[in-house]
Structures are given as C-alpha cells and as structure tokens.
C-alpha cells in the first residue's frame, strides 16, 4: 500500500502555472525523460495523445505543453522562466512534435514520448495522475514503475547474468527489480541517495552492461522500503488519538514526520516555508497583476478598495478571506507562485480562508 506524504499529495506542488496535473505533472515528466536521456541534446521530441484522453484538447491551454518543456530543460516547477519555456526549448535547437493519435492508454493524462539524440532514441510512456503526481509506466515498451520519489540508477545489459554482479556492490538499496526486455534486460535500482559516480563507472565497466542512467527524484518527499504511517484513514487517526488529544495540526505533524522520515521539527519549518511563500504570493496578487492570456482581469483590488471604504457587506474576516483566495486565483492565472492545495485548480480555497481569518482575527503564527 503506498501512503501519501502531505507535502507531495496535499499540500503542493509549489508551482506555476494554470494546472498542477497539466503543468506540474508534464514537467516532472519531462525532467525525467531528461535524466533517462542523460542531459544528452535532444533533437527531435514526439509526443503522442490519444484522442479519446483528456489532453487531446487540453494540452495546450492547460500548460502541459509549457510543463513538459519546463522539464525537458531541467527547470522545476517555481522557475520565474516557465511561460518562455517553449521558446527557450525551440531556440536551443529541439523540435517537439505532437500528434492527436490512438493507442491503448493506461490513463486519460497519458504522454507518449519518444526522445531522438544522434545515437540515442527512447520511448516512454507516462501518466499524470493528479496535482503534480507522476508515473513513468515503460521504457522502450518494457513496464516500469518511476514515481519520481526515489534515486533511480537504471543499469541496461545484454543479460540477465549482470544482475548478481551489481547486487554484491550494493549495501542499502531500498527495491531492485529485474526487468527483461527484448534484446536484454534491465536492472532498476530505487535508493535514498544517488550512488557515487565510482559506483556508477565500476557499474558501467562491468561486462555485458550497455547502458547507466540515473533519475533524481521530482518529489520533495521521498519513499523507502517498509514505510509505516501512525494512521492510513479518519478511523485510524480517531482510534489513534483517543488517549493521546492531539489537535489535527499536531496528527499531522504526527503523520508526516513518520511517514517522511522527519524530525517533528523539520516538518513544522518545512510548513512555515510555505506558508511564508503564500503570504508573499498574497501580497504579490494584491498590488494587482497582468496577463494577455487569461479571460478575467485583476479584481482584487477593486475588492480591497471597497472593503476600505465600507461598501460590502458581511463581516471582515469573510470579505479578507474573499480577498485573499481572488488575489491567490489571480496570481495562478498570471503565472505567479502558487501551492497547489491539492490542485492549481483548487489552490486558492485552503490557504486563502485560513489566512484571511488569521490575519481578520489578528491571530500570532503560533496560536494561528
């Protein structure tokens, strides 16, 4: 069973862009297929939809285009440069083809990508699940699972023979799985950190091994083998809590400092660092924003000088939560800074309210 983090599921990505699954994922994607190409100078990209998938009519509009050049350059998801990225990917000389086409897809987000270098080709398969999360399901037609929440080392050879040789190197890897493919097999290794480049070229010297690539993860939070969670549903948490009366902030913390591998105090600093890239994302949208490409124009502001002057009614701390969520919508809508809360679509809601009535109420970080 795989438990969600709620720095990668819940609270995040930190990004911009209109979408999280369109553009957050596409660009995790790309910047994956960008690890399996080692870094190499893309020619020619080719990305396929399927016509009967949610991006046929949506890749463009909703960001995936952007993301998954974003992420084919090695940006992430805050980089200030995201809306130029196609350019910036065209003016190193790529070119990115999409086809509408029909295919069996394993998920309506799923990007068929085949990647051309000189001597060097690759076709990958993967789906965007939601908010930013992502899964490479095959490499070259052979089925695979990259979440982006390991470092990957896959070791490509023409046997199977390889693999005891590799295995006697490793002292802590958290998963190797053996794969076959048609010519050869191919040795996936999932770790907390990245193996040394002396383990690498020890690898890559080895007899029958064609091929090293290694994958950082796209993730802030990572996996590992054996993950356990205080609690996996509300059941659990209730059941959990009966002696101990923790308020909800605190199971959190409970919550994620297991399931992360974190001290309780690094959560909490890890929350306060988004919370302070909300604050300034607030402020950022309330001095008004601009941007072509969007239907609705900056509104916030003229809430703000209303509230001033006493024209609304209800009471301050609905209005400054109104306030806030329009100025966090508005500042997705012109690229801005964002946490998606779980989604772009819906990254305005969580923090604007809370923050609103923090501010409303005059409330300390503390007792917030």
Known sequence: MKHPSIFNDVIGPIMRGPSSSHCAGALRIGRLARELMHGARFVDVLVEFDKDG???????????????????????????????????????????????????????????????????????????????????????????????????????????????HISSLLTTPDFINVLELRDGVCIQIKTQKSLSEDMVSMIAAMDNVTMVRQLSPVLPVLSRRDISVPFSSYREML?????????????????????????????????EEIVDILIQSIQTGLKGTEYDARILGCQSR???????????????????????????MEMKSSMGLIVAA??????????????????SL???????
Request: charged share 20%; with cysteine.
């Open 54 to 164: 949610a991006l046929a009519t949506t890749h463009t509009t909703q960001g995936s285009d952007m993301g998954l050049a974003g992420g084919l350059l090695g940006w992430d998801t805050m980089d200030p440069r995201l809306a130029d990225a196609e350019k910036t990917l065209f003016d190193k000389g790529v070119k990115i083809t999409y086809t509408i086409d029909h295919y069996d897809m394993a998920h309506p987000n799923t990007y068929q990508i085949t990647l051309s270098t000189p001597g060097e080709k690759h076709l990958i398969r993967a789906i965007s699940s939601g908010g930013g999360m992502v899964e490479i399901i095959s490499i070259d037609g052979v089925e695979i699972s990259i979440n982006g929440d390991f470092f990957e080392t896959l070791v490509f050879g023409m046997s199977v023979e390889i693999f005891p």
């Open 239 to 271: 059941d959990y809590n009966v002696d101990k009366k923790l308020a909800l902030s605190e199971l959190a913390i409970h919550y994620e400092s297991q399931r992360g591998g974190f001290e309780r105090t690094e959560v909490i600093k890890k929350m």
């Open 302 to 328: 003229g809430f703000a000088d209303a509230m001033e002057s006493g024209s609304l009614l209800g009471s301050t701390v609905l209005n400054t939560m109104t306030l806030y969520i329009s100025s966090l």
């Open 342 to 359: 779980p989604t772009a679509g819906s990254c305005a809601g969580l923090p604007g309210a809370v923050l609103g009535a923090v501010d």
């Open 362 to 368: 005059d409330l300390s970080k503390e007792d917030a």
